[in-house]
């Protein structure tokens, strides 16, 4: 079967948003061009639910047949809540006319948090547009109230069986860090869990009795799994995995934690005991491949902690929904993205480690031709760098990647400083005036590529986000080494970024890049464009219009700076999009155009 990039960018990909205790799933598919919601039966029925415009994502109301359903407009991120009843369950997908409205008001972002019996939990940031803050909604009577008001970014939260007492998880001083609050309802006093200058993460705090577990890596290298005793007791570590970073996600009623272990970028999934710690079996995953963030919705248990659905992707598998027995640990795929495949030939990755002139070393894959490459792309290669930065490639399907390896092209997929999933000190070693240091890791996988039998001379980048920032940086700061670059939604000023991102992303993206105020000079000597003059290398820019996060500004003076030098840049703008391209029609327009220009630069002729 001859596959390309427009045969990968049509597979269908299933994403499990939710479970109620009687195995019935919320999905995502995205077959009908964005994700829409689709609900599985375990006997293996279907009902699709909406067809709106754009993405969105749901939880079931706890105890009801409703779903809340979480959605934007034109990919600009202003999350809106609506419901749909689902008995009688709707005779055909609904549109944005047969939802009913819950909270909604699209100059501002409302994200769903949790459901609980009768009442949705979101934070917004409509008090000031800049900090989020937690409200409770009950359903049936509209009335909400705001649990927490203090300021920063509201990163996760969770309620005590008593409903007296909370969690919230915000945002802390540091990058990559947050800071643990304990929220006394009913007028009782907010209690600082942990530190806002300590850098440490505090990530899905969950109660579990009267203690909370949680995800965290303070005073250590990596994650493990820990219990706090909010009122006093202190921490205590429950699963460990020395060299490795563990997630947990403990059932609702605490008795059973599922384990994530991060094994170089390869998910392995266990049950450990709740209390104790202690394993108590492992889940059987279909491929060798990734499950929840980054990329991926994290893992939901059922309210009655009996079933789990899980989001699980690999090189070979685009999407697929898997729903866990916690009692017998059978894992059963309930909606599968690989017969499309039809056993077309895949790439799977290799795992490398690229060495670095200050004595460190580089996580890489790299994904070999995985068809007959055209004779005149033999031996080049192309760079895919993850956004983030505190991201991580890891061993899941992309499409992108696969149609590069179908076309003739070796991909290296490398973890630059910056990246998670390999301990602090690498996803610190990139913190504000260290940026160009993740740079400069660029220039040594470069150097890296002759050794897999590589021309270095025809090498391109290819990056979204900060991935995208990293393309204009190489190109920039090594323009040398690098034959053409494809920047999605990238950063090519970070002072004009921070100037006119959003005012909520400011606050956020300030303490991991740097402060206007006092990092400025920094800032503009790290910015691409303010070495425009050095770049001479083709460049692809693709780009939404409804972008919040990286505005459009971005590749507009780009594009301009580089056209009025004579270098050769194609910008193309999606006027339906945000942040990504999160339509299949514009995916289909625009990667096989970039695809197209890599063949053009990398050895001529168009790509297959």
């Known amino acids: 079967m001859d596959v390309g990039i427009s045969t990968f960018l049509g597979l ?137 008001d203090e300021g920063g970014a509201v990163e996760d939260f969770a309620m005590a069986d008593d409903g007296l007492t909370a969690v919230v998880s915000r945002s802390a001083s540091r990058p990559m860090s947050q800071q643990l609050l304990l929220l006394g309802l009913a007028g009782r006093p907010t209690t600082a869990l942990t530190d806002s200058e300590e850098p440490a993460q505090h990530l899905l705090p969950r109660w579990a009795g009267g203690s909370l577990i949680v995800t965290t890596d303070r005073a250590r290298e990596n994650t493990v799994v820990a219990r706090l ?39 392995r999934l266990a049950l450990h005991d709740g209390t104790s710690g202690e394993w108590l079996r492992t889940l059987a995953l279909p491929d060798e491949g990734w499950v929840g963030e980054p990329g991926l919705p994290a893992p939901v248990w059922a309210p009655g902690s009996r079933f789990l659905a899980i989001s699980f992707s690999s090189p070979g598998v685009p999407g697929n929904v898997l729903l866990v027995d916690a009692q017998s640990g059978s894992v059963s795929t309930v909606a599968d993205s690989t017969a499309p495949l039809d056993g077309a030939a895949v790439a799977r990755p290799t795992s490398h480690r690229v060495p670095t002139p200050d004595g460190r070393s580089i996580p890489c894959f790299v994904y070999g031709p995985s068809a007959s490459p055209q004779p005149e792309l033999a031996g ?40 998670t999933g390999y301990g602090r000190s690498w996803y610190s070693a990139d913190d504000v005036r260290l940026r160009l240091d993740s740079v400069a890791d660029l220039a040594a996988v470069h150097s890296f590529l002759p050794t897999l039998g590589l021309d270095p001379a025809r090498a391109a980048l290819w990056g979204g986000s900060y991935g995208g920032y990293m393309v204009l940086a190489g190109l920039s700061f090594q323009p040398g080494l690098w034959a053409a670059g494809v920047d999605i939604v990238g950063i090519s000023s970070l002072v004009s970024f921070l100037e006119n991102t959003s005012a909520y992303r400011r606050s956020q993206r300030e303490p991991e890049y740097g402060s206007l105020e006092r990092d400025r000079d920094f800032l503009e000597a790290a910015s691409p464009l303010n070495r425009v003059d050095q770049m001479r290398a083709p460049l692809f820019v693709i780009h939404g219009a409804n972008d919040p996060r990286v505005p459009l500004g971005e590749a507009q003076q780009l594009t301009a700076a580089l056209r009025a030098r004579g270098v050769e840049c194609q910008l193309l703008v999606y006027l339906d999009e945000g942040h990504g ?27 297959r």
């Open 380 to 419: 080049s290669s192309v760079l895919h760098i993850h956004g983030g930065p505190e991201s991580q490639s890891v061993c899941a399907f992309n499409p992108v990647i696969q149609g590069l390896a179908a076309a003739g092209h070796t991909v290296v997929v490398p973890n630059v400083r910056g990246s």
């Open 12 to 148: 269908p990909v299933w994403r499990a948003f939710d479970v109620d205790d009687q195995g019935r799933v919320l999905a995502g598919c995205d077959a009908p061009g964005s994700v829409q919601l689709v609900e599985l039966d375990p006997a293996g029925g279907s009902s699709w639910l909406t067809a709106l415009s754009g993405n969105c994502s749901g939880r079931y109301l706890t105890g009801l047949r409703t779903v809340v359903v979480q959605h934007d407009e034109g990919g600009d991120e202003r999350q809106q809540l609506s419901t749909l009843a689902l008995q009688p369950a709707p005779a055909a997908p609904v549109a944005l006319e047969g939802l009913t409205p819950l909270v909604r008001d699209p100059r501002f972002l409302h994200n769903l948090i949790d459901v609980l019996p009768g009442r949705v939990v979101y934070a917004t940031n409509r008090r000031n547009s800049v900090d989020f803050d937690v409200v409770v909604r009950t359903i049936d009577t509209g009335e909400e109230t705001v649990v927490y």
């Open 229 to 267: 005793d909010p009122f006093g007791g202190g921490w205590a570590d429950l699963v460990v995995a020395p060299g490795r970073d563990l997630t947990a996600w403990p059932s609702p009623d605490g008795r059973l934690l599922l384990v994530r272990t991060n094994e170089d970028g390869v998910a």
């Open 581 to 607: 391209l999160a339509k299949r029609a514009n995916r289909l327009d625009a990667y096989p155009r970039a695809l197209d220009f890599l063949a053009r630069h990398l050895g001529g002729g168009p790509a």
